[in-house]
């Protein structure tokens, strides 16, 4: 089983940046892709972005260039910088990895921007 913990959300106000971080334990042994996924309430959960374990990175249309996904292998985290906010960023963000197979999910951290 592999655990995951989300950091880094919270109240900030449209502009302004916060980063998320997402520590992987448990059985480690090959992680490969690792994601970071958003729901606002009444919504499905959607991709944010994506990041390949040879650091290949996918972004959704919405956050092209405010927001940079990065992985630290050794450290089994991945991280999500998100700049120049906006209240349509409002959402509980999910942290998501692969390892043989199989697909993992954090209990998410809410991010909230104010106008």
């Known amino acids: 089983q592999v655990q995951l913990v989300e950091s880094g959300g919270g109240l900030v106000q449209a502009g302004g940046s916060l980063r998320l971080s997402c520590t992987a334990s448990?059985?480690?042994?090959?992680?490969?892709?690792m994601a970071w996924y958003r729901q606002a309430p009444g919504n499905q959960r959607d991709l944010v972005a994506l990041?390949?374990?040879?650091?290949?990175?996918t972004y959704t249309d919405s956050v092209k260039g405010r927001f940079t996904i990065s992985r630290h292998n050794a450290n089994n985290t991945v991280y999500l910088q998100m700049n120049s906010l906006k209240p349509e960023d409002t959402s509980v963000y999910y942290c998501?990895?692969?390892?043989?197979?199989?697909?993992?999910w954090g209990k998410g951290t809410l991010v909230t921007v104010s106008s």
């Open positions: 998501n990895v692969r390892q043989s197979g199989m697909r993992y």
């Open positions: 448990g059985s480690i042994f090959s992680i490969g892709n």
């Open positions: 990041i390949t374990s040879g650091g290949i990175t």
